[in-house]
């Protein structure tokens, strides 16, 4: 892996550089913390929270807030630090990037909190001079104010609004959680600093209002990876995909499944199908999902059954890559397409009940992201697309194997992609009543950095031509739609009484397309594709 690091950096004018020129204010990312104080109660798992400053700033650079995180998992996290490129950072009249607080307000202390602790803690919040944003907390040990100069504030131009995201820690009156840019995507500006946000009960103003995130002013995307880069990072993250031991539907790539006779079909002239060129170049290119065009499996029935269960040994995975969070991380989001997506099966407590044609469709794109720090080129977190929906996986909690591949897993007939083996229910897990997504190891899988095509990289320019199938804007499967009370009353048939109701209430809350025949857009038709994953 330091050999990696050290290719990255080293061939390379800006990517995994370590620092990052956001125009004027230079910020490195800092992973390596000192531990200030702790809540041993409170929080996911009831187990409390640790807050941290970060250690082993570099020369010139200034702590821009503390970090913080649940005690329930490793450490694993960063902030960034900031150095003023435009003039002085010492005096709080400057008019540079950075300037001093003028002062700061207690947000909130532990001496009053009934909770277990490691001693007192003091969250403090920055009070910036005029023309300046505060970008993180301060904590302490002791109710005496911080030194003025132990943070800076960053001045407004440079700064951009941030929701919270995720709690870190709740108890003794106070809620803590992560920040987020407000808004996110491939031509959003906003970056993450890595800090936290506190928010006490009853308070008449939340912090929330006051902290700020950064924002990228530079235009240049000097610190994304090149193609060579691209590449390197594919060779050393790419997933091993582990499909389940009775999956019947397989990965195929396009131009397989459009020689094997995928055919285009046009509203109104139905019974003259198209065939497909291996290309899709023939595929009507952009407009939007009109139901003008569809595509469908062959006519021919044994044809049908050999495009249906797709093949394997022809899978690739279609690489998209796109900067984030204002060009300091990469998304590598890497593509699958199946044929068909298979029925589905209900758990209904320790009744597993096949769900017929429910959940089937022709056409099924799936996806995982890796989301890769520009600062180093280390993998921070990797997106498991799980149907209409999906996760964020911190990169410390991953399974990986081959050494930094990391590992996941496919759900039969579903294809959605899970970190872990075993049952992931659709639908209420504590009742036990859902759609299943069943997944295991077996010797049926997928090295999606073996066989890849990056088919988007708008930072290259026109050193990445896109497929003409890309662009193709229409489904990928016709549209069949089923009564959904029928479906659900063949099914309640075979239930005992006490269980028709619950089944019903936790079906009824499910999205209705796992409940009719519906082909997928293409993956340049995902709200994903310009913007962030969630």
């Not at 062959?298 to 204002?326: A, C, N, T, W």
């Not at 591949?405 to 759900?411: G, I, L, N």
Request: aromatic share 10%; charged share 20%; hydrophobic share 35%.
């Amino acid at each position: 892996m330091a050999g990696f690091l050290n290719y990255m950096a080293d061939n390379n004018g800006g990517f995994a550089s370590g620092s990052i020129n956001l125009g004027g204010l230079e910020v490195y990312q800092i992973s390596t913390f000192t531990k200030v104080w702790a809540s041993l109660e409170g929080g996911p798992g009831n187990l409390g929270a640790t807050f941290f400053e970060p250690s082993s700033i570099p020369d010139g650079y200034f702590m821009l807030g503390c970090y913080s995180q649940p005690n329930n998992q490793s450490l694993f996290g960063w902030v960034l630090v900031g150095k003023d490129n435009n003039g002085s950072s010492t005096e709080p009249t400057s008019k540079g990037t950075l300037a001093l607080p003028m002062d700061y307000t207690l947000v909130w202390s532990s001496e009053n909190s009934k909770l277990k602790k490691d001693g007192n803690g003091y969250i403090w919040l920055p009070v910036p001079p005029e023309g300046y944003s505060a970008v993180g907390h301060i904590v302490t040990r002791s109710p005496e104010k911080p030194p003025l100069d132990k943070i800076r504030c960053v001045r407004s131009e440079l700064t951009d609004s941030c929701e919270r995201t995720s709690l870190i820690w709740g108890g003794g009156g106070i809620n803590v959680y992560g920040l987020r840019p407000t808004i996110r995507g491939t031509q959003a500006l906003g970056v993450p600093v890595g800090t936290f946000i506190a928010e006490v009960d009853g308070a008449q103003s939340s912090a929330a209002l006051t902290l700020s995130c950064l924002k990228n002013r530079d235009s240049n995307l000097f610190c994304m990876p090149n193609m060579n880069q691209i590449q390197a990072l594919v060779q050393t993250y790419s997933p091993w995909i582990y499909l389940h031991p009775d999956e019947e539907y397989l990965p195929a790539s396009v131009s397989w499944y459009f020689n094997n006779g995928a055919l285009l079909y046009k509203q109104g002239d139905e019974s003259n199908p198209v065939s497909i060129d291996s290309t899709g170049s023939n595929l009507p290119q952009g407009g939007s999902n009109d139901g003008t065009y569809w595509l469908d499996l062959p006519i021919d029935k044994d044809s049908k059954e050999k495009v249906k269960r797709g093949d394997l040994q022809s899978s690739e995975s279609y690489l998209h890559v796109k900067p984030m969070l204002g060009a300091t991380f990469t998304d590598i989001a890497l593509w699958v397409f199946y044929p068909f997506n298979g029925p589905g099966k209900a758990k209904v407590e320790l009744i597993d009940i096949p769900l017929g044609k429910t959940g089937q469709h022709i056409g099924d794109w799936e996806h995982v992201t890796l989301r890769i720090s520009n600062f180093s080129g280390k993998l921070w977190s990797v997106y498991f697309s799980e149907h209409s929906n999906g996760a964020w996986v911190n990169s410390s909690e991953l399974e990986f194997q081959g050494g930094n591949k990391v590992v996941a897993y496919a759900s039969l007939n579903g294809h959605a992609f899970y970190p872990k083996p075993g049952l992931v229910l659709q639908g209420n897990a504590s009742l036990g009543v859902g759609i299943r997504n069943d997944t295991a190891k077996s010797k049926i899988m997928m090295n999606m950095g073996e066989r890849y095509v990056v088919v988007s990289a708008e930072h290259l320019g026109m050193v990445v031509v896109e497929p003409p199938w890309l662009n193709y804007t229409r489904k990928w499967g016709p549209k069949i739609e089923y009564d959904f009370g029928d479906e659900m009353k063949k099914i309640e048939e075979v239930l005992p009484g006490k269980l028709k109701d619950v089944f019903q209430k936790v079906m009824n809350g499910l999205p209705r397309e796992l409940f009719g025949e519906d082909g997928p857009t293409g993956p340049k038709m995902k709200k994903s594709w310009s913007g962030d994953e969630v």
